[in-house]
């Protein structure tokens, strides 16, 4: 009888055992679930804070040679792996319009690294959003110019910008609504575009401008 009594002690005790390991393994359960939630924010934060420093080294890009210094498009802020490099041809020697053609150059070699870089839509979204925004208003500051100045070619000018922002409209559109993507061809349409434009068309305007004293 002592033996049974003996007996059943332990297998009570074996079946107390059994539950405190149970529980020890329920702890251990939550607690790699809090740490998965805590590496999934952790991680979270990491993204955004690569993409905050991303922007903010984007704003300090610097020359880091003499050869750098000298070379226009780095000193204007431009990157060795720009597609689009500024420099002598593509200024017209109007300081204001030089800067507002920089920026466009700027926005589309932006536009090329986002693609090449496989950014999602939603970070080309802004980029293709600031180079339509900013190309009409550069463009109606440059017709505005030659209005005022009585420029003889106003009207084919005006309809090369006209059928521009029309054609990024309609990629605008088109990407928006999901129906088209952008791919390095749109990019390439743009640099064509800008670089043909500044170097045949817009240089054509210089000479009248200064002389009728508007710029
Ligand atoms: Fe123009």
Redesign the pocket.
Known sequence: MSEIAAASKEQAAGVSQIAIGLSQIDQVTQQNSAYAEETAAAAEELTGQVKHLREMVSKFRVATSKQEEADPHISSGGLASDPIKWGKELMIGINKIDSQHRRLVILANDLHHALREGQASSALQPILEELADYTRT??SY?EQLMQQSGYPDFTS?KA??TKLIQKLEDIFQGFKANRSGIGIETFNFIKDWLTS??MR??KK?VSHLQSRGVV
Do not use: K, L, S, V
Request: proline content about 0%; glycine content about 0%.
């Open positions: 550069h463009f440059e000018h090369a910008h434009h500044i068309t817009d305007y």
